[in-house]
């Protein structure tokens, strides 16, 4: 498989997996927490499926579609690995949903840069919030979820917070 239908694959199983999250955290009290800007696409989508409700986003280095980019108050900018503790410290716990999206798109190489990674969304997620992300985040607080049908195997990761 060429990297450009891999990439469309990767985007169509993300689609479907903030669609599916959206659906399931519908009337839930809690935070969304978009780990990973980027161009904007994920934030957008989330935005647009989740009207109403504030999208915190952490980013190291913001620089999105313009139409993309999250109120200041909503941008955390900075390293995650720092960013990220310093926001559990005041909503430790509180996070219905998080999507997860700072891959390298080499999976060896993100388990190496990441591997603080899991323990700082284990500490945000609410019990039974949802994780969502495109690559597998082993944490004995995590529990898999299975995956909406047209999702294959492998390709996105869902898990809910024990």
Request: hydrophobic share 40%; net charge negative.
């Amino acid at each position: 498989m060429s990297r450009l239908d891999s990439f469309i694959r990767r985007l169509q199983a993300q689609r479907s997996m903030l669609d599916w999250a959206a659906d399931r955290i519908e009337g839930q009290e809690g935070l969304v927490l978009e780990l990973g800007l980027g161009n904007g696409r994920t934030y957008d989508h989330l935005r647009e499926r989740l009207p109403g409700r504030e999208i915190h986003v952490f980013e190291r280095n913001p620089s999105p579609n313009p139409r993309s980019m999250p109120p200041r108050h909503l941008l955390v900018v900075g390293e995650m690995e720092e960013t990220l503790p310093a926001f559990a410290a005041r909503h430790a716990g509180a996070a219905a949903l998080i999507h997860v999206d700072v891959t390298t798109g080499v999976p060896d190489r993100d388990h190496l840069a990441f591997a603080w990674l899991p323990d700082h969304v284990a500490a945000l997620a609410k019990p039974g919030g949802l994780v969502v992300t495109g690559w597998q985040l082993d944490h004995p607080a995590f529990e898999a979820v299975p995956l909406p049908d047209d999702v294959p195997d492998g390709r996105y990761f869902a898990y809910r917070r024990r």
